[in-house]
């Protein structure tokens, strides 16, 4: 799916900004039909819920309205118009004035509404945006209402993060030819010193197609005409970690001497293998060091925000980090972008998190049925799940920074049913995306014994928090189960193992004589101890620490004003910890401790 953008035929205007807000419960039946009730009005993109002083708005559950007056450009007579929404968490449904005209499930993804039919340019229209973030056994992530003692239906989920929502990304009215560039995909490869750029082009028409590859300098550096075809790039230069470097590849539609639509589109020339317990980027093993992160910060709570974005790179490159894993959900598109040109490697993960009945919030629940039973969550999430995966391959699929897909993070992959549940899935990725592993991270309790999910995928990710939820404060005992645990998986399957989170929740401030949990002094121990056993062996291909930062959680007697399982404080200041896992990185430079390189 390509991102709006402006070009030679495409125009844009951004609709990011204040709208009218409110709730279903203060609305009439059918809110599109005029102005929205009450006077409150909240900015695009943010999330809803901490804007307010207000409980009804950051407990809300079900359907909230945004509301704005748009005009279409005079000029855009005989052109498609959409409204490109960034997301809508977690189902979106989209009116002008009366009219439906798109509706969407998960949160995390893009969608349009083609508007042509029923507006005019020149004119003005009602745009009304409805988001609803109720969760439930069909939505990814799932979750369910629960009514308290007191007759107050309450929203849990099987994750810890605050489900956040609205409109957390940009809404764009954009433009585009009638025939048109629908899709491009591109795939790359090198041998010796040339590069190769295979692509594809999806058109809207029978205009002629027509692609040119211009290198950094603006250099056209290859050409080629027809909707598929092969670029040779003589004297590549390869998209690196830690030194992106990025072609354009400009594709055309073309009549004759008339331009019919033109779009352009970075390309990175770099190639990912997984060969027996290595991760090979560009033919080199690759070590991961970095965090898995979330789109979480003060008052905006999910709602993009490019000085966090460009702030939390720094932060990374400052700390050493080559990598990051879009936990638990895909991120705004303009993340990747921007990895693409800063050279970050992206794990890039859908929304299916909480595949796991036995958790509650964080905590173990009681009696659930066995989560991949139809008594669980069944066959209609295994097609939800199957929809997040399209829609995250057909947005994503040509970033150079992405590297490896991550099905889904922490499901019950030890109960019964859940390699049923997961072959289908590996199958759907790898045959939407051949050239990228794939992943689905461990929880805790499943290990390589038990576990039946790993044989499935090309690379084995593991939680794990030996010294936190088991052996907190006793080190000593962690460490020996850490690398009993390690050990099984790497012996068990030809496969590279990396950790996708370790991690102790740790109150900045708080420091320790004795190493105490919760001080920053046990949280620098706590990454010594994981860092000594990681290096015992070679056929580990990362370290991604559980948090970037401190985030907001649903409340719960695990969690004290969030997890503070962060590097940084949810205001990016850095704990102790920030130093000692810098002075590792820099160290290691992307290289496998005890290898030659290193
Ligand atoms: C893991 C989850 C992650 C949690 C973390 C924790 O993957 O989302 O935040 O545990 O408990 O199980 O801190």
Redesign the pocket.
């Known amino acids: 799916m390509l991102k709006p953008l402006s070009t030679d035929t495409r125009e844009l205007v951004s609709l990011d900004g204040l709208w009218r807000f409110a709730l279903d419960s203060e609305e009439v039946p059918e809110p599109w039909n005029g102005p929205l009730a009450g006077d409150r009005e909240v900015p695009v993109p943010a999330s809803y819920n901490d804007l307010f002083i207000d409980e009804a708005v950051r407990d809300h559950i079900g359907w909230a309205w945004y509301q704005r007056d748009v005009r279409v450009p005079r000029g855009w007579e005989g052109q498609r118009v959409l409204i490109r929404v960034g997301a809508a968490t977690h189902n979106g449904v989209v009116y002008v004035d009366g009219t439906k005209v798109a509706e969407h499930t998960g949160g995390y993804t893009p969608f349009d509404a083609d508007i042509t039919d029923v507006v005019e340019p020149g004119a003005r229209f009602r745009l009304t945006i409805g988001v609803d973030n109720e969760l439930t056994k069909r939505t990814l992530p799932p979750g369910h209402r629960v009514t308290g003692a007191d007759g107050v239906d309450r929203l849990t989920y099987h994750?810890?993060?605050f489900n956040y929502a609205g409109l957390a990304r940009s809404v764009t009215l954009h433009s585009m030819p009638r025939e048109h560039i629908a899709d491009v995909t591109v795939t790359t490869g090198f041998e010796g010193t040339t590069g190769r750029v295979a692509y594809r082009i999806d058109a809207i028409g029978d205009a002629e197609v027509r692609v040119s590859l211009r290198d950094a300098d603006g250099e056209v550096v290859a050409t080629g005409m027809g909707a598929e075809g092969l670029l040779e790039v003589p004297d590549v230069t390869l998209w690196q970690p830690g030194a992106a470097y990025l072609y354009e590849l400009e594709t055309e539609l073309v009549r004759g001497d008339e331009l019919v639509d033109a779009y352009p589109l970075a390309v990175g020339v770099r190639t990912v293998e997984v060969r027996g317990q290595q991760f090979l980027i560009n033919g080199e093993p690759f070590y991961f060091t970095g965090f898995?992160k979330h789109e979480d910060t003060p008052v905006r709570g999910k709602g993009h925000d490019p000085a966090y974005l460009v702030h939390d790179f720094e932060l990374m490159r400052w700390i050493g980090a080559n990598s990051f894993r879009t936990?638990?959900y895909p991120y705004d598109e303009e993340v990747l972008d921007y990895a693409d040109r800063q050279g970050f490697v992206v794990i890039d993960e859908t929304a299916a998190?909480g595949l796991n009945l036995g958790?509650s919030g964080?905590m173990t629940a009681r009696n659930p049925p066995l989560t991949f039973s139809e008594e669980g969550l069944g066959v209609a999430m295994l097609e939800t799940h199957k929809q997040h995966l399209r829609e995250l391959i057909a947005r994503d699929k040509n970033h150079p920074s992405v590297v490896m897909w991550c099905v889904a993070?922490?499901p019950a992959s030890q109960e019964v049913g859940a390699d049923e549940y997961f072959a289908p899935l590996i199958e759907l990725t790898r045959e939407l995306d051949p050239t990228r592993p794939t992943t689905v991270?461990s929880?805790?309790m499943s290990n390589a014994e038990n576990d039946r999910v790993a044989g499935l995928v090309d690379v084995i990710g593991i939680?794990r928090?030996f010294g936190?939820?088991i052996d907190n404060g006793n080190l000593g005992s962690a460490e020996v189960r850490l690398e009993q645990d390690i050990r099984a998986w790497l012996e068990r399957h030809d496969k590279p193992v990396m950790m996708t989170?370790y991690?102790a929740?740790t109150l900045a401030g708080l420091r320790s004589l004795h190493g105490s949990s919760w001080s920053e002094e046990y949280q620098v121990d706590y990454f010594d101890m994981h860092h000594r056993v990681f290096d015992r062996f070679p056929g580990f291909v990362g370290e991604h620490v559980?948090?970037f930062a401190d985030?907001r959680?649903t409340a719960g007697v695990?969690r004290v004003d969030g997890?503070k399982?962060g590097i940084f404080t949810r205001d990016r200041r850095p704990k102790s910890a920030a130093f000692a896992l810098r002075r590792r990185w820099l160290g290691l430079g992307g290289r496998k401790p005890g290898t030659e390189e290193a």
Request: hydrophobic letters at 30%.
């Open positions: 994750h810890d993060f898995g936990s638990h998190v958790v964080g993070n922490e991270t929880w805790l939680n928090y936190w939820y989170e991690g929740d559980w948090n985030f959680t695990a997890n399982k």
